[in-house]
């Protein structure tokens, strides 16, 4: 039987219906209603788990996150056992848990407003030895959203690759890149963010992204001049190697 080890992010996810009225309306003083309210999980480590256990059932398939101990992570608690995921979830007192309010507008434009929970926790002193053994694969999902993990993600990535277990990433987009005038110290973390994540590619096998992550994360214009290193790359467009 293979077993997965995926460390990431988990999020609750609250997706109103697409609002009805226009962006600029939406700052002003009154209410908008809705047609309907969604409660769900996501986060990018969430959903790959659930999906790869569906794909997968015959997988053992652990997940590790930080979640707080409230009703609202036992939500994503529970709904992670409907997939039969093997969750090493530390629970985090100190904090509520992480919930991304989803706003969509009718011309398909999204904003995002998120509260990191327990994955402003998230850190690697949660990451155990024992979490390696008879690992068959090793995916890293959600990067951005626990930074205290992602400043230190070369020492778990090389504790794995020395057990020469494959490892893959999905790269996804930092909400700090968005950030139209960044103060210094944005600036100073998108640049430790940054060096951290590029530290972290010698490590990776496979890592999945699209262009404008690609471009972003290497502070180039063009795709061919965005050295990745070289792990195997998947854009949605063209394949690198």
């Known amino acids: ?99 991304t309010i989803a706003i969509s507008f009718k011309d398909g434009e999204r904003h995002f407003i998120t509260h990191l929970g327990g994955l402003a926790n998230f850190c690697i002193e949660d990451i155990t030895d024992e979490m390696f053994e008879g690992v068959d694969h090793l995916a890293y999902r959600g990067i951005w959203f626990a930074e205290k993990l992602l400043l230190k993600a070369e020492q778990f990535l090389q504790k794995a690759k020395s057990k020469h277990i494959p490892i893959s990433m999905d790269l996804g987009f930092d909400p700090f890149w968005n950030e139209e005038k960044k103060t210094e110290e944005i600036n100073h973390r998108v640049k430790l963010r940054k060096q951290a994540t590029l530290n972290s590619l010698k490590y990776i096998k496979y890592l999945f992204g699209n262009e404008k992550e690609f471009l972003n994360l290497t502070d180039q214009k063009h795709i061919n001049d965005a050295k990745i290193g070289r792990a195997h790359v998947w854009t949605p467009v063209t394949e690198y190697d």
């Not at 659930?50 to 939500?75: G, H």
């Not at 994503?76 to 904090?95: A, P, R, W």
């Open 1 to 99: 039987m293979k077993r997965i080890l995926c460390i990431g992010d988990v999020i609750l996810d609250i997706l109103p219906a697409p609002f009805p009225i226009s962006k600029q309306k939406i700052l002003e003083d009154g209410e908008t209603f809705v047609n309907s309210v969604i409660f769900q999980r996501g986060g990018c480590g969430g959903n790959f788990v659930c999906v790869l256990k569906s794909i997968y059932p015959d997988a053992e398939v652990n997940f590790v996150s930080r979640i707080a101990n409230d009703s609202n992570s036992e939500f994503l608690i529970e709904e992670m056992k409907k997939y039969g995921v093997t969750q090493k979830f530390v629970k985090d007192s100190t904090v509520k848990c992480q919930i």
